[in-house]
């Protein structure tokens, strides 16, 4: 069994920055990629960004490129979402979650544990 603790999330303005964590629980966390989604109110739950067991591949929506950072830290079982120029449709409980494989995938169906999420919450 996994467990997964996100962290960091929080209200912030406009164009401000969070960082969040997800710790792991077990000792497989370096074998599998981990991803970031999000749900927005009333929206169905969305891929942001994923990061392969290594870490050294990386997949980001459209949406988020070039203002959001996944990272991991397989010595500390632990997954970041560095998030910079923050608007408000970012908004959103923030999830993290445990690949089935390896290799970056981008469906909630490639991935078996789920955090319990944190809430994001960008002012204008």
């Known amino acids: 069994q996994v467990q997964l603790v996100e962290s960091g999330g929080g209200l912030v303005q406009a164009g401000g920055s969070l960082r969040l964590s997800c710790a792991a629980s077990?000792?497989?966390?370096?074998?599998?990629?981990m991803g970031w989604f999000r749900q927005p109110p009333g929206k169905e739950r969305e891929f942001v960004a994923a990061?392969?067991?290594?870490?050294?591949?990386?997949s980001y929506a459209d949406s988020v490129k070039g203002r959001f950072t996944i990272s991991r830290d397989n010595a500390k079982n632990t997954v970041y979402l560095h998030m910079n120029s923050l608007k408000p449709e970012d908004t959103a409980v923030y999830y993290c979650?445990?690949?089935?494989?390896?290799?970056?995938?981008?469906?909630?169906?490639?991935?078996?544990?789920w955090g319990q999420g944190t809430q994001v919450t960008v002012s204008s």
């Open positions: 077990g000792r497989t966390f370096s074998s599998y990629a």
């Open positions: 990061i392969s067991s290594s870490g050294g591949s990386t």
């Open positions: 979650a445990k690949g089935r494989y390896p290799i970056v995938r981008l469906t909630t169906s490639a991935y078996n544990y």
